[in-house]
């Protein structure tokens, strides 16, 4: 039975048909930019099809917004809007926008919501052409929290080209869960005899290190199963912890057609792909949702090594994606100036110069150092060549006296000086405080200096050196940290001091400290880290790896018993496919003797 | 065609049949003390019918703890363990236990998860007999992250009675939801022709103020459907932010014919209900999941004042559930010693008493006072007159030195002394580290004393007041907290000084303060942010409930840009439909202009 879908044909007049990427970069619920944005870009529009990211009309993720009543009644406002201002559309343009199908109660509030694709021409109404059908809900997504799913697949035919349209992880097949919208979408083709000129995808695909090679490969085996181009698009943006960045594409079977720019908006314009009409034939394979992709690392046979050292092409990648992150956060939030606390160590070093590598016209950043009585000249002098090779004002605040002050407080209202612990705490704090008060004092935001390995093992000051309004370190090991740091120096002139970056790290909150009195070299406790975070490797498993039993006791308590801090901080840019934050969720009452092994 | 359920048939040889509620209080994946129950237990059980809460057998919530390789693997050894314990379990004995249901790959990593009914007897094996059909995933429950639905209902037949069984949300029919699992249970039982004797729920049912009235009420409902006694069992705990209240029931139509404890474990024991035959005809009404009775708040028919006043009897049901929350949060993480930072003011006198009333063998509280220069002589004496009363002892800790040594240096550093919100904001952050310094100092834990007015409009320090281990009051209004204040009185032998009570709310950061100066009334306060928070109000709803437009606008604006606060906040003890916490989740860097009114 030879298909047409009705509802969006249009008759094209032009000559070679269009197609229009519109890879967007607008701040979640901004609906005034939005709109702006279509005005301005569609004064005299390019004839063809544009193409939006998946939810362009709201941003994402919205979390609990979608369901709070001024945001729906702004965003039904909002596509009113759309509507009327549609109506001045050309005839020979249309527009595939993603956005949110309300069904809303009688007082406003909703009932169910659709993350749909809109096919916006002049006739528009309002109603959607097709609902995502596979809503992610682990680690960071909570999908089916929020949106109900779509159950059909969907062909448009526009301008006589038959294209089949996706949602993100529609993309993704899966063995896990019972859907599977390629699948469904080929049925659906072959018992319509569909022969399609194109699939489009409609994505906010958040990144991660490497992902995108995964995405390209999966393009590649959906255009080879429908024998035709494959168009990806993906918005941009720095939502808190999670980036999408961009990197919009069309494939035909094997040949790359365009990409387009890294964590930048931009606009792609190509001539509707012609087929290659070479195409493998491939398997629709059946394990590649990101949910499997993650699970898939836990299986004993495809496991490499645990934790592998990052290429130039990554650290780059890397980079890139925290500097952007931070830059999101900043603007989005309203920050010019940034202040940052640097220690004479690798991650506050590291901190200041993403930042500083990454300061826009108008931005500014300061240094501030606050030694203690433990702290080395060392230090000091690190921190000064560090200021002076990057060009940044270096203020010293000594906390010695704050910290002798706060000492005989104690003594004279307890008659108990504090000592060891309390000891170390109390200076990471008192840094805290004057971080802070310089922050309020010239209103700059204080960026988190810690690591993942820190995080991970609680190696740091509840309120003291773990503050900050964003953590650019926090999904980085230190051995990442390190890597990134050669690499830095390497292809940005030599930023860091390396005498700095050769130095054993050291907390210096009492005398003589180092790292590696109390926990294993950073080589072996990330190793162990990222099997328990990532791989969900337990005691036996570590131990079989070829883990010295200590050692991985010794991670174990400190990571289960350090929860609480974790509970408190700030966001975590998020790199990895398991990073700490909001897709990382322990309770911290829970009995942690399940740890142990079995027999214990 | 009559139903035989032959799997679970078991002959009792007794005389009068038994039922024998456990309502559990383990803390969660505590695998050694949840067998340990078991044995002690039953060594010579009670004949009859066991009846225990749902994931009995691993403790709710467990987030991701369930997707761990060393949790899973140490659950299925506790599985086995049960499996061989059963086998020597008396013939008349039958237990029914809530407990997760494993799908595993090979490598032991979970593909499915259900949260399951077993029916233990002495030829148990592992398997089990109902998988719970309504998963919530709304505010803080993210169930459909974790578990695979249920699809059909289940009857069982245990010593000629036949019961039909349900798991927690089962019970709250729907219209929101596809799903309806008491209207699915009662066609089966219709088109089988099976009349029951019983419905049991398996519950872990946090606690909410007023809840239980709305659990009886559809317990009666359920009852008089199927015209048999309705038996609920419900867990007890505080996990972190959660509490479970226990108070486990039976009703049969409209009599009730018991109530297990409120916060306490308990072990009840009754003769298999009789039937009533008197029944009302009732319908399965439609709306009362828990999403729809929040949801319902939001309905302009049935909306009362949008702040009611407590009374007494839910006074006392809040400070219990406090006190309770409390304390399963120190003893689960270790604690035997608190200090609290008192003010002078309402909320930490609060806290105080709380935990002082709450006080068990073997644990201290001890209170200190850390006066500035703009603390008032009235403030020590109200502390010292709080402290007197609560037998609690005081140490003043002037911050002065302090303070303005603070000043000093960064008079010295930057030549700039703070002024302002910098010299409020740093007189906070230090009484933050010296009541960390003393909490180091003496292993004690300290508790936060922020109240939700203030959490909602960032009415306090980052890393100052707002630090802590776990928030008490954090879920309750100003004028709750007053409320409550007046309750305890009352009822308490006066522990609170009157003067405190009736003193202006301030936070004498500053010469002359009083909260009313930056902030709306509280009584008008609370109304709008309940408004926000749990009716979701718009401006302009709040402005038809007669609120002043400054007011609302102030609000809205702090209430906006105070998220990052509670990002970085402790755990809250949830006593109310809505918290902040974790079912409260919002982007902080999303755009704030939607709240808005619509031609702005």
């Known amino acids: 039975m030879p298909y047409k879908a009705a509802k969006c044909q249009l008759i094209y007049k032009g000559f070679g048909l269009k197609i229009i990427i519109h890879q967007t970069h607008h701040k979640i619920a901004d609906f005034k930019s939005i709109f702006k944005y279509l005005e ?13 990211p998946e939810l362009f009309l709201t941003g994402y993720p919205l979390l609990d917004l979608c369901l709070q009543k001024p945001f729906v009644a702004k965003y039904q406002a909002f596509l009113e809007k759309l509507i009327h201002w549609s109506h001045s559309l050309p005839k020979d343009v249309y527009l595939l926008m993603g956005g949110l199908e309300y069904n809303l109660t009688q007082s406003g509030i909703p009932m169910t919501i659709k993350n749909v694709v809109f096919g916006v021409s002049n006739s528009f109404q309002g109603e959607s052409l097709y609902a995502k059908k596979l809503l992610p809900n682990y680690d960071i997504f909570d999908e089916k929290k929020y949106f109900t799913k779509g159950r059909e697949p969907q062909v448009i035919e526009v301008f006589d080209k038959k294209i089949g349209l996706l949602i993100c992880e529609d993309m993704w097949a899966s063995s896990f869960h019972d ?39 999966r393009a590649v085996e959906i255009s080879c199963l429908f024998q035709c181009p494959f168009i990806y698009v993906n918005r941009v943006g720095g939502e808190d912890e999670i980036l999408f960045d961009g990197r919009s594409f069309a494939v035909d079977g094997e040949r790359k057609l365009f990409e387009g ?16 009409q070479q195409y493998s034939t491939k398997p629709n394979s059946k394990s590649l949702t990101w949910e499997e992709l993650f699970q898939a690392r836990l299986n004993e046979e495809v496991q490499p090594a645990i934790l592998r050292k990052w290429n130039n092409h990554e650290c780059q990648e890397v980079l890139e994606a925290l500097a952007f992150g931070f830059q999101e956060y900043a603007s989005k939030n309203g920050f010019q100036k940034f202040t940052i ?3 004479g160590g690798m991650d506050s070093a590291m901190v200041l110069t993403i930042i500083k590598l990454s300061l826009k016209k108008g931005q500014s950043v300061e240094a501030i150092y606050m030694p ?23 203020t010293t605040m000594p906390i010695k006296f704050l910290h002798s002050a706060a000492k005989n407080l104690f003594g004279q209202s307890f008659n108990d000086p504090f000592k060891g612990l309390s000891d170390e705490n109390i200076q990471s704090r008192l840094r805290g405080v004057l971080l802070y008060g310089r922050t309020n004092q010239v209103n700059s935001m204080a960026v988190n200096t810690s690591n993942k390995s820190e995080l991970a093992v609680g190696y740091s000051t509840q309120y003291g050196d773990s503050v900050g309004a964003i953590s650019l370190l926090g999904d980085l090991y230190k051995s990442e940290v390190y890597a990134l740091a050669h690499y830095i120096n390497e ?79 700030c966001p975590i840019i998020k790199i990895s496919s398991k990073s700490f934050g909001f897709g990382y969720r322990i309770p911290l009452s829970s009995d942690k003797t399940f740890y142990n092994q079995s027999d214990q």
């Open 40 to 52: 301005e870009n569609f004064k005299k529009p390019e004839k063809g099809i544009h193409i939006f």
């Open 179 to 217: 859907i599977d919208p390629v699948d469904d979408l080929q049925k659906f083709c072959q018992s319509r005899e569909i022969q399609l000129d194109a699939v489009v995808n409609l994505s906010a695909s958040p990144f991660i290190i490497n992902k995108h090679k995964s995405r390209l490969e």
């Open 261 to 276: 720019k890294k964590f930048r908006g931009d606009i792609l314009e190509l001539d509707f792909p012609e087929k290659s």
């Open 341 to 343: 606390a640097l220690s």
């Open 372 to 394: 203690s009585i433990h702290s080395s000249s060392l230090s000091y002098d690190l921190c000064f060549d560090l200021c002076q090779r990057l060009g940044v004002k270096l």
């Open 491 to 569: 292809f940005y002139q030599e930023p860091i001091p390396p005498k700095l970056i050769h130095r054993p790290p050291t907390a210096e909150l009492r005398a003589d400290q180092k790292d590696e009195d109390s926990l294993p070299p950073y080589a072996i406790l990330d190793a162990i880290l990222e099997g328990i975070l990532s791989y969900r490797y337990s005691k036996e498993d570590l131990l079989q790896k070829g883990f010295d039993q200590e050692d991985i006791d010794k991670v174990f308590t400190l990571y289960a018993r350090s929860e609480y801090k974790r509970y408190q901080f």
